[in-house]
């Protein structure tokens, strides 16, 4: 083995002033740009997933309210073309027909049926509107429509309670006065 020589290359003898160790990285601003990198990368990822939690949800949550929407038309449109129930309309004034003059707002015929009235017939005034129709027209229209044939208003009850006085009556619901409705 060659005797080991200490020199350099260049034949320099080996410096005895201690050497300057290399620059250490700037640790702290390389960690700061990994951190907002990654804070990015995170951020970056939670706008996708929203992004695509959005695109499959929103079709399901939009479908589900015009569902919802939809069934309460129907329904408001149900409520409004119910009938009143038989208990109901047995309740309804009724009387013998004599003479036209004797009623408020007399038609010449019953708008159901289109039949004239005739003496001793069995005959409905309706209360609120004061419309006359045949008792067995008007039975059979309102256990399909709560509202008048004629004018389309309402069908209420007018009734005599012993322990509260007079009660307008509405659908089975009761009210304190004429001016709740």
């Known amino acids: 083995m ?11 003898p080996p410096s005895t002033t201690p050497s300057h160790p290399p620059p250490k990285p700037k640790t702290r601003i390389l960690s ?40 309460r038309r129907r329904n408001r449109r149900q409520e ?19 003479e036209p003059s004797t009623y408020t707002r007399y038609e010449s015929d019953c708008v159901v049926c289109f039949d004239g009235f005739r003496q001793g017939q069995w005959c ?6 004061g419309h006359v129709f045949h008792r067995k027209c008007v039975d059979t229209w309102l256990l399909k429509a709560s509202t008048c044939p004629i004018c389309r208003a309402r069908v209420r009850l007018w009734e005599e309670d012993p322990q509260e ?15 709740d409705l």
């Not at 996708?48 to 569902?67: F, K, M, N």
């Not at 409905?124 to 509107?129: D, V």
């Not at 006085?165 to 001016?179: A, I, K, N, V, Y």
């Open 165 to 179: 006085g007079e009660l307008w009556r509405c659908f089975g619901h009761r009210r304190s006065s004429l001016l």
């Open 80 to 98: 409004s073309s119910d009938g009143l129930s038989s208990r109901f309309v047995k309740k309804l004034p009724q009387f013998k027909f004599s």
């Open 124 to 129: 409905r005034n309706l209360p609120g509107c």
């Open 2 to 12: 060659p005797p080991t020589n200490n020199y350099r290359i260049s034949g320099e």
């Open 32 to 71: 700061l740009f990994l951190v907002g990198v990654i804070m990015f990368s995170i951020f970056f990822l939670f706008l996708v997933l929203i992004g695509i939690a959005s695109v499959l949800i929103l079709p399901l949550l939009l479908s589900s309210l015009h569902r919802h929407h939809r069934r």
